[in-house]
């Protein structure tokens, strides 16, 4: 069944703003018109961030299908959402274990499009992450990871590795922005089978 709605999950420090973000909602307007696209603001905090999802996700109409994109930690967001709506998702150098990672980040932080915007990644925000981990479940829908080995904040091996059911697009080089991924947008998009 063709997805009416599209969900769009960016990554951490990041926003609607992004360049993904907006190359997918210019896209998605001119060829798919009759698809409501929706690119939260998420909060700091996993447990927030998802919550707010949720609720968004409550008040589409009823018998309306979606699918979801995330980039890096929206990927991670996204693996849980698709898990709780059993849809399609596109990852998108998707972080994989970010309770790790983002943990020499806590403290204040800068949003990456606007220096000025700050906000405070707080230690229990690590916890919040391991609660959304799906990575034991099995795929509840169609999933497309999109690497790029030349990540230089994630390494591509965990994200394959962690995405064996996927269908993988490993790029050779590249970097964690994504930088080409107007050429990848089609694909994408594809494979979330919008309407």
């Excluded at 018109?33 to 609720?55: E, H, I, K, T």
């Amino acid at each position: 069944m063709p997805a009416t709605h599209l969900l769009y999950l960016h990554g951490f420090r990041s926003s609607p703003q992004s360049a993904k973000a907006r190359l997918v909602a210019g896209h998605v307007a001119r060829h798919h018109p009759g698809v409501f696209l929706w690119c939260p603001q998420l909060p700091p905090s996993p447990r927030a961030a998802m919550a707010q999802v949720q609720d968004g996700i409550a008040a589409w109409p009823q018998g309306s299908s979606m699918a979801v994109i995330g980039s890096s930690l929206g990927g991670y967001y996204a693996s849980w959402v698709a898990s709780q709506a059993r849809c399609a998702s596109v990852l998108l150098n998707p972080a994989v274990n970010p309770a790790r990672d983002l943990e020499r980040h806590i403290g204040e932080q800068s949003a990456w499009h606007d220096p000025e915007e700050r906000f405070f990644f707080r230690p229990e925000y690590i916890a919040e992450l391991r609660a959304l981990d799906v990575s034991d479940h099995p795929p509840a829908g169609p999933e497309l990871l999109i690497a790029a080995q030349g990540d230089e904040l994630l390494d591509w091996r965990e994200m394959a590795a962690r995405y064996p059911q996927a269908q993988q697009i490993v790029l050779p080089g590249g970097d964690h922005a994504l930088s080409d991924f107007p050429a990848h947008l089609e694909k994408a998009l594809g494979f979330c089978n919008l309407a």
